[in-house]
């Protein structure tokens, strides 16, 4: 532990290589050992049963292989998997701070800009921001796009939340948000998440919190610190057409 590599890509520590392959989806933790010539000798991954343990290997290999180009035999890959994930991931939340709704009436276009907390550290703050027509009927899907652009922030770069849709249901007697989320992984296999929230005052912040309510449960083994820049730079607006969002 400790020491550094020579890789085709020059030198590189073993932790930052190690903290890599924690970044892989269903990694919680990871280490290596090198050999005396700096080599690697093994790589053991403690993971969760979320995939199977030949895609976690592949990740490994392709991951240092793409970054470090580091070629590595499969064989020296150990996968041990934990079946009772809950008790060994952090509890994970993020939540509404804000959200802010601005108008662009030249354009005829809504920005529109969510806030998430996380429980972590009060300063771990996560922005996401949307833009599209200026349409009262494509608010909520604007915002629902805008949470999932903070929320995929807060996550492993791995994975990506994508909006399928967001829309208000009524049942009995209440008004239901209700989120239909999928979350993608490196392969591009999907997983169906639902959420939902009662509305209470602003439609705008019931479709936050469906996407919150949707996604919540697998913030826990995704989640990764923001670096402190992020916290207030914003990276531009992602700009959507009207297909988009219809």
């Known amino acids: 532990m400790g020491r550094d590599m020579e890789t085709k890509k020059g030198t590189v520590g073993v932790k930052e290589l190690e903290e890599l392959l924690k970044r892989l989806p269903g990694v919680l933790s990871a280490r290596m050992v090198i050999n005396n010539w700096g080599a690697i000798e093994e790589i053991h991954v ?44 952090p509890d994970v939340r993020l939540k509404l701070e804000n959200v802010k709704v601005s108008a662009d009436t030249s354009r005829s276009r809504y920005d529109i800009e969510i806030s998430l907390l996380s429980n972590m550290d009060p300063d771990d703050r996560f922005i996401g921001r949307m833009m599209g027509p200026a349409a ?30 967001v829309r208000s249901v009524e049942m009995g007697s209440r ?32 479709a936050v919190k469906a996407c919150l309510d949707a996604t919540n449960r697998r913030i826990g083994m995704l989640y990764q610190r923001p670096k402190r820049e992020r916290r207030t730079d914003i990276n531009g607006k992602a700009e959507v057409s009207e297909e988009d969002i219809s």
Do not use: C, W, Y
């Open 46 to 89: 403690l993971a969760t049963t979320e995939r199977h343990p030949k895609q976690i290997v592949r990740d490994v290999e392709s991951s240092l292989a793409a970054k470090f180009g580091i070629a590595l035999d499969h064989k020296k890959i150990s996968i041990a998997q934990l079946t009772d994930t809950e008790k060994t991931l």
């Open 136 to 165: 009262r009927s494509q608010t909520v899907r604007l915002a629902g796009m805008a949470t999932l652009d903070a929320i995929n922030q807060a996550t492993n770069s791995q994975v990506n939340f994508a909006l399928e849709d």
């Open 175 to 206: 008004r239901l948000m209700v989120a239909l989320v999928l979350l993608v992984n490196a392969d591009g296999e999907e997983e169906v998440l639902v959420g939902g929230a009662v509305v209470k005052g602003d439609p705008l912040d019931a």
